[in-house]
């Protein structure tokens, strides 16, 4: 059995380039809604959401990047509300694309929200987020945090790969979070419908010597 990872087509995830993301997305549905008929009045902050994201990059010592993170959280929760507001306009007459934009609302409130209660986990409060639960993409979601070495850290999907003496591949399982090798091992060798023929074929016999096995 083989590892290895498949890397999902995200950006490197940062706190602030999340929340980034988040203003964009935001300020998008927001644009659409008005297309559909809400009438709710909003402001753009996507400037200042970029200032603050860039500010946070280039910006050294701790009171200084907290101070641009709350600039940025508020500006995150502001736009959000806005979306709150234009949900409840958005007539359900729209038809096809009314539901649509429903959608989207249903899909990314919800992971925006997320990436607002972990930066203040992060951030604010100073505690860390288990690797399990940190949103590391708000358009992969699904990303996991995959550590290789000390080091390496891709974002993606751990992979398990099993095969044969060709060398053609058996098995593959797409795996949840980052077990370690072994435990993937041995949940193999219990589930494996490969696992009985390998043992009836690793078993020396009179006619076959081990070493033939």
């Not at 490197?12 to 993301?21: G, I, K, M, R, V």
């Not at 809604?33 to 809400?38: D, N």
């Not at 709350?70 to 736009?79: A, G, H």
């Amino acid at each position: 059995m083989d590892s290895t990872v498949t890397a999902a087509l995200i950006h490197e995830p940062s706190d602030s380039s999340l929340l980034w993301d988040a203003v964009r997305v935001t300020v998008r549905l927001l644009q659409q809604a008005e297309a559909l008929g809400s009438a709710i009045p909003w402001h753009d902050h996507r400037r200042a959401a970029k200032k603050r994201a860039r500010a946070i990059e280039y910006t050294r010592g701790r009171p200084k990047r907290i101070r641009h993170y709350r600039e940025l959280l508020k500006i995150t929760r502001t736009t959000l509300s806005y979306l709150q507001q234009a949900s409840e306009q958005v007539p359900l007459t729209a038809g096809p694309a009314g539901e649509l934009w429903q959608a989207q609302l249903r899909h990314y409130r919800p992971l925006i929200e997320r990436i607002i209660a972990q930066t203040e986990q992060r951030v604010l409060v100073g505690d860390t987020v288990p690797a399990g639960e940190k949103l590391v993409s708000l358009f992969e979601p699904h990303a996991d945090i995959i550590v290789k070495g000390s080091r390496d850290v891709d974002y993606g999907h751990k992979l398990n790969l099993t095969t044969g003496r060709s060398g053609l591949i058996l098995d593959l399982v797409i795996e949840a979070g980052n077990p370690t090798d072994s435990a993937c091992c041995r949940c193999w060798n219990a589930t494996s419908p490969f696992t009985a023929s390998r043992r009836v074929r690793r078993r020396p016999t009179a006619a076959t010597p081990a070493a033939k096995i």
